[in-house]
């Protein structure tokens, strides 16, 4: 069974060819990063007039990468929520336009479940577009139930994951303030780092010292699985404005370094601790910052001290991209579920929510 799945949530458009064993045949990603980054942050109407213009070329190259011809293809899935309407919009009518034209299944996928189950993607080293030194081929994926860490730009939450169907996913605790990767992202903008600053900061934190700053991250010591990012990018902002943004390269490495290391202990201890309460042996991440370097080494490190096992997607499956829309929309096309022309862009995921939005006594 082959999947061709499309992706167009946020500010990159993507299409990918899947096998049922979650082997990537091709995944091109055509990143908008440089449209948005003179603004520090994504415009939507942007992001929607882009996705328009690259959609069709993406699509194309994705088939042709994978070598295969429409025959080949058993179904279409999309990224319908959540997201930017205007820009999840045009995956949803491309997708619609290309299943009624070829007569093929569609259905809609939840971008979070697509980074959930990114860890079942296997991408092979001669993929050359999309090999990472890492190539997962001969990696056993994980076995259900496992507990994930999704932690992206929008969205971080840790889950209990029975599954593969969103209905089987339960939340265990998110954050109730900004997102881990929306943290980095504002850490490097008053850092003067450019947009997005989480893999500057990944790269800039290698060299810098994790003490030289003593930041604090609240919810860090409850033994609640909730977790808040936006205190600590209170202060950096607020030593900035007091310092100036460090002059140095090893004092700004230093600043980085504290950052990262607060927001990845508390985030690997979180969900190594959230498996041992379920009594699950099994952790995974997903999602943007599970591309980076110290979350990993973290996450690997606790876990093995629990004995548990920590499987961690590749690079590429890390950050969005529609190889993982295709594996989960894979999954629901193979329990018999389709969806009809009535299938509608949404910006809120269909994942239950546990956690409440906002600060004050629970
Ligand atoms: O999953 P993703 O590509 O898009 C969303 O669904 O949000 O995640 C993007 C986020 C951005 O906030 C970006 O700064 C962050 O992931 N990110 C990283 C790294 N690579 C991407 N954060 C920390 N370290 C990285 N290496
Ligand atoms: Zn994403």
Same mark, same amino acid.
């Given at each position: 069974?082959?999947?061709?799945?499309?992706?167009?949530?946020?500010?990159?458009?993507?299409?990918?060819?899947?096998?049922?064993?979650?082997?990537?045949?091709?995944?091109?990603?055509?990143?908008?990063?440089?449209?948005?980054?003179?603004?520090?942050?994504?415009?939507?109407?942007?992001?929607?007039?882009?996705?328009?213009?690259?959609?069709?070329?993406?699509?194309?190259?994705?088939?042709?990468?994978?070598?295969?011809?429409?025959?080949?293809?058993?179904?279409?899935?999309?990224?319908?929520?959540?997201?930017?309407?205007?820009?999840?919009?045009?995956?949803?009518?491309?997708?619609?336009?290309?299943?009624?034209?070829?007569?093929?299944?569609?259905?809609?996928?939840?971008?979070?479940?697509?980074?959930?189950?990114?860890?079942?993607?296997?991408?092979?080293?001669?993929?050359?577009?999309?090999?990472?030194?890492?190539?997962?081929?001969?990696?056993?994926?994980?076995?259900? !139930?496992?507990?994930?860490?999704?932690?992206?730009?929008?969205?971080?939450?840790?889950?209990?994951?029975?599954? !593969?169907?969103?209905?089987?996913?339960?939340?265990?605790? $998110?954050?109730?303030?900004?997102?881990?990767?929306?943290?980095?992202?504002?850490?490097?903008?008053?850092?003067?780092?450019?947009?997005?600053?989480?893999?500057?900061?990944?790269?800039?934190?290698?060299?810098?010292? !994790?003490?030289?700053?003593?930041?604090?991250?609240?919810?860090?010591?409850?033994?609640?699985?909730?977790?808040?990012?936006?205190?600590?990018?209170?202060?950096?902002?607020?030593?900035?404005?007091?310092?100036?943004? !460090?002059?140095?390269?090893?004092?700004?490495?230093?600043?980085?370094?504290?950052?990262?290391?607060?927001?990845?202990?508390?985030?690997?201890?979180?969900?190594?601790?959230?498996?041992?309460?379920?009594?699950?042996?099994?952790?995974?991440?997903?999602?943007?910052?599970?591309?980076?370097?110290?979350?990993?080494?973290?996450?690997?490190?606790?876990?093995?001290?629990?004995?548990?096992? $920590?499987?961690?997607?590749?690079?590429?499956?890390?950050?969005?991209?529609?190889?993982?829309?295709?594996?989960?929309?894979?999954?629901?096309?193979?329990?018999?579920?389709?969806?009809?022309?009535?299938?509608?862009?949404?910006?809120?995921?269909?994942?239950?929510?546990?956690?409440?939005?906002?600060?004050?006594?629970?």
């Amino acid at each position: 069974m082959l999947v061709l799945g499309i992706e167009s949530s946020c500010d990159e458009t993507g299409a990918a060819i899947v096998d049922e064993t979650g082997r990537v045949l091709s995944d091109v990603v055509q990143s908008q990063v440089s449209l948005h980054a003179p603004y520090g942050g994504v415009i939507p109407e942007l992001a929607s007039r882009d996705h328009l213009r690259n959609a069709g070329p993406v699509v194309r190259e994705a088939l042709a990468r994978a070598g295969v011809s429409w025959d080949a293809v058993d179904g279409i899935a999309v990224t319908n929520r959540p997201g930017l309407v205007g820009a999840l919009l045009v995956g949803v009518q491309m997708a619609k336009g290309l299943a009624w034209a070829r007569g093929l299944p569609l259905v809609g996928v939840d971008h979070l479940v697509g980074h959930l189950l990114a860890v079942f993607l296997r991408r092979p080293a001669k993929d050359g577009a999309a090999a990472t030194p890492s190539a997962t081929e001969g990696v056993a994926p994980p076995e259900f !139930p496992f507990v994930a860490l999704l932690a992206s730009g929008g969205h971080t939450a840790i889950y209990r994951v029975d599954g !593969p169907s969103a209905a089987e996913v339960r939340e265990l605790g $998110a954050t109730r303030d900004d997102a881990a990767g929306e943290a980095f992202d504002k850490v490097g903008k008053v850092l003067g780092l450019g947009y997005p600053g989480g893999p500057v900061i990944d790269r800039l934190a290698r060299t810098g010292d !994790p003490k030289a700053v003593p930041l604090t991250l609240p919810m860090g010591h409850t033994k609640s699985f909730e977790l808040s990012f936006s205190g600590i990018k209170t202060q950096v902002a607020a030593r900035v404005r007091e310092h100036g943004i !460090p002059k140095s390269e090893s004092e700004l490495a230093g600043v980085c370094a504290s950052f990262q290391a607060a927001v990845t202990s508390v985030l690997a201890k979180k969900l190594v601790a959230a498996a041992v309460q379920e009594g699950v042996r099994t952790v995974v991440i997903g999602g943007g910052v599970a591309a980076n370097r110290e979350l990993r080494a973290r996450v690997t490190e606790l876990a093995r001290e629990h004995g548990i096992r $920590a499987v961690l997607p590749e690079l590429a499956s890390c950050t969005d991209n529609a190889a993982m829309i295709a594996y989960a929309g894979l999954v629901r096309l193979r329990a018999g579920e389709r969806d009809g022309w009535n299938l509608v862009a949404t910006s809120s995921t269909s994942l239950p929510r546990a956690t409440r939005k906002g600060r004050g006594a629970r």
